[in-house]
């Protein structure tokens, strides 16, 4: 189902205030010089006006830090290690999201629903469930933007609810799904889209998707066996400079891994998951001692095998979308198409 | 929407130290709920996640086989903080457990044929599980056949278990030690030289090793030597875990996760994979 | 110096070339131009064609020292001022032997900051022309002029040690020590703030920490095994973003940087959403500047400050 409509710039805000009566809304937020992903408790809190934001929204979906499960830490408690899980998450909407990013959505929504309630992420499906994904396509890509290596574009609608084009002074609104046509009713802002509108967004689409770089190939990636990628020769000149840092997994939309660890305070206890890092020396490291990634060239090779090799044989499609805030933010440069060329060879 | 991450509170019925330098316990547990141990059916090699509350989660291989009703035992080596709580708990206390997780031992395909299991140190855990199934399955299996050692007399796991065994004469039991000391009077030597010894014979059969990384590197050329194929000497796997359901992307091997598409492995199926483990 | 600096490239690369031909080293650790504008990237160069791809200009901004901790080759390194003095510090601390290192020290007046250009520009797709001591900023079909000095980084700014301490070939001639603008503007802001200020302050400034330990990875004395934010017998700080544990995390980490801080500025280049950690590490930097005038990594002699015990230390803190 596809509904065209239009608001006005000028009336974004207040549909996002009357939407912050329904639910919680997240959209992209200055603070300082950065444009993250926020709650807002008014409309004209929304910044849509420039490039994608610093970081992912995976934190609307895939909280940073994220509370599991509260129990008592005092042994003669009557429910002493019982372990209590917490109250459903709110409904939410996550707005202004670029169409990059919700394709990391669909990335995101495979690892954490694998089939079977053994291999369910409770937290991530409750959540996923009640969130409604509005977007914002690109008109201006970035050149480190590479959406279109893995079949996204500027204006694509995997993921998306409902997607917004900027044409000036309205953004033409396209419904897509129920869900998004369930927020959009009985606002004041939305209209009928007209003709002019209509048009102008087919042009701006034409031109953004033009302005795209393919950017890198994977298509021989999935025909070489494991081994040989892992024992190719590039690894030892490519992971040099790395840092092992966590920005580029903190940033990507489609990382996902995550630390599990209990908090408490006097006797109330807290199971809490806090997003981790295979770049990290100590993501692998065995109570033992040993480690089987000891070393920065083993992470940095796990990185991009697990990303463009191993997530590509186990759910059929590369764990990356193209967003390039991984090749703007490593302090360092290094750059995921460098790397990708060299597997890809 | 069931949730995975819960534990289901179990007792500790009873703590017993197996070894001399008391750094592995063996726990037998019990759920409290009825309908938790109706739920956790399990099978040989197969894990569950220990929970402490306040102190997080170890994954622990099963060393009770189905078949033994009732409880639960783990065998848990005391290396850190999860660990070094157990340790000092008491029985009568609660814990937690999850699971139970991962792919079992092909308990299957392994009817009807001979099963050799080559077991050192405290790797020994889920190969308990395995004999005592087959045990008390006897007719099912063909020739068993069982090469267990430990560093020392003093650190051999499961003491009465194994005299209970070495009984029986319907399995071949060879427990060595790499020292021994004035009260043994059993086998003395490194596991890999003692299968060289025992020479099970790979016709029809499957061989089921786990133990330290030294001891494994050492008896798998034993065993091909012996005629054994990759398709049918079966490794299980240890690595750090979080979440014991595929998710937290920490415990992979190549493509696939040691929680989950293990931590039973055929070692032609880790021949394909990076030693990353 | 230009921001494309043809000159200081061509040196470098001549340099690298023939240490690399006379076998001197195993291999040089440089700078080779980004795959995107305003940042250059770190790379190790192993054969004289990989040479003659190292470059230099105002975004080489990296500590390379970082790349020292337990080599065990023979390296040369492209070091600026502050990079030669954390070198100095790395030697001192036994991370590196200096006679496996041959120290190409280049003389540096500034690295752009592209945060701030960025800023200017609302857009990282920047295009930069240096012009004298005037910089154009094109993006977006936009352009403005700025001064060079205003989008040079704070640390750059302030800068007390633009030549570098230790080298073993000089790159181009020594420059004039500028004396720095106002070495402690960062830190002299909060000083200036009341208690309460300063508390709203700092909860603002760490509220979008994230945690990626970039700050620390990028800094070239932070090279322990094992973090302390990654102890878990006993666990110092949690590994959320709890205001506490973040703030917990960051001050330990300045107070281990103290007295071997080279106010290099890796730490606020490398957060991904600019965090002035400076703040921190740059107040005790000043205090050890003030109470030991002691200035970190100026000579292989010195004596750390925080190292050794000396009678003569101030003890103003005994009441």
């Given at each position: 189902m596809m509904k065209e409509m239009v608001i006005d710039k000028k009336d974004i805000a207040g549909l996002l205030t009357e939407l912050t009566g329904e639910m919680t809304v997240i959209a992209p937020v200055r603070k300082g010089d950065n444009l993250l992903f926020g709650p807002v408790?008014?409309?004209?809190?929304?910044?849509?006006?420039?490039?994608?934001?610093?970081?992912?929204?995976k934190d609307a979906l895939f909280p940073q830090c994220e509370k599991m499960m509260t129990f008592t830490?005092?042994?003669?408690?009557?429910?002493?290690?019982t372990m209590q899980d917490v109250s459903e998450p709110d409904k939410q909407v996550i707005f202004g999201v670029r169409p990059c990013d919700a394709a990391g959505f669909l990335i995101l929504d495979k690892v954490f629903n694998q089939g079977g309630a053994e291999y369910e992420d409770t937290y991530y499906l409750r959540r996923r469930e009640k969130t409604t994904v509005v977007g914002l396509g690109c008109n201006k890509p970035l050149?480190?933007?590479?959406c279109a290596s893995f079949g996204?574009?500027?204006?694509?609608?995997?993921?998306?609810d409902i997607l917004l084009t900027d044409v000036g002074d309205k953004y033409v609104v396209t419904v897509l799904t129920d869900k998004g046509e369930a927020r959009l009713?009985?606002?004041?802002?939305p209209s009928e889209a007209d003709p002019t509108s209509i048009e102008k967004a087919g042009q701006i689409k034409e031109s953004a998707v033009k302005s795209v770089?393919?950017?890198?190939?994977?298509?021989k990636i999935k025909g070489k066996a494991t081994m040989e990628l892992f024992d190719d020769p590039c690894w030892d000149t490519l992971?040099?400079?790395?840092?092992?840092?966590g920005v580029c997994t903190y940033s990507c939309p489609t990382c996902h891994c995550f630390d599990i660890q209990d908090e408490a305070i006097d006797t109330e206890g807290v199971r809490m998951r806090n997003w981790d890092s295979?770049?990290?020396?100590?993501?692998?490291?065995?109570?033992?001692?040993?480690?089987?990634?000891?070393t920065k060239k083993d992470r940095f090779r796990q990185r991009f095998l697990h990303k463009f090799k191993y997530f590509q044989d186990n759910?059929?499609?590369?764990?990356?979308?193209?967003?390039g805030r991984c090749i703007r933010l490593c302090p360092v440069n290094i750059d995921v198409r460098q790397v990708v060329e060299e597997m890809n060879r | 929407m069931n949730n995975p991450y819960i534990p289901k509170p179990v007792r500790i019925e009873e703590i017993i130290t197996e070894t001399e330098d008391r750094s592995l316990k063996t726990f037998r547990l019990a759920f409290l709920n009825k309908e938790d141990e109706q739920a956790f059916s399990y099978v040989p090699g197969q894990f569950a996640e220990l929970s402490i509350a306040g102190k997080g989660e170890i994954p622990i291989g099963i060393a009770?086989?189905?078949?033994?009703?009732?409880y639960l035992l783990f065998t848990v080596n005391k290396v850190g903080i999860v660990t070094s709580h157990l340790h000092n708990m008491s029985a009568g206390e609660i814990m937690g457990v999850r699971g139970p997780l991962g792919k079992p031992y092909p308990i299957n395909e392994l009817k009807g044929k001979n099963v050799v299991i080559i077991g050192g140190g405290f790797a020994f855990t889920t190969l308990r599980s395995t004999i005592a199934y087959m045990l008390a399955?006897?007719?099912?299996?063909g020739k068993i056949t069982v090469i267990y050692g430990a560093r020392t007399p003093g650190m051999l796991l499961y003491k009465e278990q194994l005299k209970e065994w070495e009984a029986r004469n319907d399995i071949d039991l060879n427990v060595t030690v790499d020292k021994g000391d004035e009260s043994w009077s059993g086998k003395v030597g490194f596991v890999p030289t003692v299968t060289k010894e025992v020479?099970?014979?790979?016709?029809?059969a499957y061989a089921l090793v786990c133990g330290p990384p030294i001891m494994i590197k050492f008896t798998q050329p034993v065993l091909i030597k012996l005629g054994w194929t990759p398709e049918t000497i079966i490794m299980s796997l240890e690595n750090r875990m979080k979440c014991?359901?595929?998710?937290?992307?920490?415990?992979?091997?190549g493509p696939k996760y040691t929680c989950k598409d293990g931590p039973v492995f055929t070692l032609a199926e880790l021949n394909e994979l990076p030693k990353e483990y | 110096m230009n921001h494309r600096d043809t000159e200081n490239t061509e040196k470098i690369k001549k340099i690298a070339g023939r240490l690399l031909a006379e076998k001197r080293v195993d291999a040089v650790i440089g700078f080779r131009p980004g795959t995107v504008s305003l940042i250059s990237a770190p790379t190790v160069a192993r054969t004289e064609e990989e040479a003659a791809g190292l470059h230099w200009d105002?975004?080489?901004?990296?500590?390379?020292?970082?790349?020292?901790?337990?080599?065990e080759d023979k390296i040369a390194i492209v070091a600026k001022g502050c990079d030669s003095r954390s070198i100095v510090g790395l030697v001192a601390e036994n991370q590196i032997k200096r006679e496996n290192l041959y120290i190409i020290g280049i003389p540096c007046t500034g690295m752009i900051d592209r945060a701030k250009v960025i800023s200017l520009a609302e857009s990282p797709e920047v295009e930069l022309t240096e012009n004298g001591e005037e910089v154009t900023i094109k993006a977006d079909g936009k352009q403005s002029t700025v001064a060079l000095s205003d989008i040079l980084q704070d640390n750059c700014q302030g800068c007390?040690?633009?030549?570098?301490?230790?080298?073993?070939?000089?790159?181009?001639k020594k420059v004039e020590e500028?004396?720095?603008?106002?070495?402690n503007a960062a830190v002299a802001k909060v000083e200036a703030m009341s208690q309460d200020e300063r508390w709203n302050h700092f909860d603002q400034m760490f509220?979008?920490?994230?945690?990626?330990?970039a700050c620390r990875n990028a800094?070239?004395?932070?090279?322990?095994?094992?973090c302390f934010a990654d102890d878990?017998?006993?666990?110092?700080?949690?590994?959320?973003?709890?205001p506490v544990d973040v703030k917990i995390f960051h001050i330990f980490r300045a107070y281990h940087c103290?007295?071997?801080?080279?106010?290099?500025g890796a730490c606020v280049r490398a957060c991904p959403v600019g965090i002035n950690v400076r703040e921190l590490t740059g107040k005790l930097e000043k205090e050890v500047r003030e109470l030991f005038g002691c200035e970190a990594g100026?000579?292989?002699?010195?004596?750390?400050p925080l190292g050794v015990y000396l009678e003569k230390d101030p003890q103003e803190f005994i009441k």
């Open positions: 408790s008014d409309g004209s809190e929304a910044a849509l006006d420039s490039v994608n934001t610093r970081l992912a929204p830490t005092d042994r003669q408690a009557e429910d002493a290690h050149s480190t933007c590479f996204g574009s500027p204006f694509g609608t995997d993921g998306l009713k009985g606002k004041s802002g770089k393919a950017g890198i190939a994977t298509d992971y040099e400079t790395c840092m092992n840092c295979c770049m990290f020396s100590l993501f692998t490291r065995h109570g033992s001692g040993h480690n089987p990634r000891p759910f059929d499609t590369v764990a990356c979308v193209g967003c | 009770s086989s189905p078949t033994e009703e009732g399955n006897r007719s099912e299996f020479a099970p014979s790979a016709e029809d014991g359901i595929g998710i937290c992307g920490r415990c992979n091997v | 105002r975004f080489c901004g990296v500590n390379l020292a970082n790349y020292l901790p337990k080599r007390l040690h633009r030549n570098p301490a230790v080298f073993d070939e000089l790159v181009g500028a004396g720095g603008s106002d070495i509220s979008t920490c994230i945690r990626c330990y800094c070239p004395l932070c090279y322990c095994e094992q878990s017998q006993p666990q110092w700080c949690g590994k959320s973003t709890n103290a007295g071997r801080c080279t106010d290099c100026m000579s292989l002699e010195a004596i750390p």
